[in-house]
């Protein structure tokens, strides 16, 4: 079955940097959607972008979608420690399908 | 938003038990959803639980080995049977929500581990 690929596995950083997520993608979608995992409870929606969205901003987190390339970015700017948490992609051609997941740790 | 109960939030098993996770939505909802993740691992869907209908099971898993029940609009059980070590794991609920139900809200997982 279609599953995301992320990109990096893992990614540390210092707070105030910006975090950079890809996630790679194998067929056509209605929309992609992005999730946090704070220390393997469940998981909060982020963000959704539909596939005739190139871009979608809300608060720190800044997302793009290219369907040609089947791939999609999810930035976090400004970094938090409170961002230290897992990441996953989810896409939709018929029932969601979640990604591998980037861990990312945010340095005081 | 939904808000979504689940219990036990972790525990440690025996070989050859069965655990039951319980799963209380705080809206009516069609269907709920049963996710599994494996240590450092995604999440793979298990099945979808209709209210009044059997469950649909996703390839790879079956219905003796995680017996679903869904009573009402709110509630959902899922149990795991027979555990082995490999049964560890995250096991997560989910629902629909948001404008256009396209999103999915979760309860705050089950970690199972089984010795």
């Known amino acids: 079955s279609q599953q995301g690929e992320e990109d990096p596995q893992a990614l540390s950083i210092q707070e105030g940097e910006n975090a950079t997520m890809n996630c790679s993608y194998k067929t056509s979608i209605n929309n992609l959607q992005w999730y946090r995992q704070n220390s393997g409870r469940g998981l909060v929606h982020l963000i959704l972008?539909?596939?005739?969205?190139r871009e979608k901003h809300s608060g720190r987190l800044r997302v793009t979608l290219d369907t040609s390339k089947k791939s999609s970015s999810l930035l976090i700017t400004a970094s938090r420690a409170a961002d230290t948490a897992s990441y996953f992609c989810a896409t939709d051609p018929d029932k969601l399908i979640f990604g591998t997941g980037t861990r990312l740790q945010v340095f005081p | 938003s939904a808000v979504i109960s689940q219990k036990p939030s972790r525990d440690i098993c025996q070989r050859g038990t069965s655990l039951t996770i319980q799963c209380q939505v705080d809206s009516q909802v069609t269907m709920m959803f049963w996710y599994r993740q494996q240590p450092g691992q995604s999440l793979t869907l298990i099945a979808t639980a209709n209210q009044g209908s059997e469950a649909t099971y996703e390839s790879g898993f079956v219905i003796d080995k995680f017996p679903i029940s869904r009573p009402n609009l709110t509630f959902s059980t899922l149990t795991v049977s027979n555990m082995s070590p490999e049964d560890s794991s995250i096991y997560l609920c989910?629902?629909?929500?948001?404008?256009?139900?396209?999103?999915?809200?979760f309860g705050s997982g089950t970690q199972l581990s089984v010795l």
């Open positions: 972008i539909r596939s005739n969205e």
């Open positions: 989910s629902v629909e929500g948001g404008l256009e139900g396209e999103k999915l809200f």
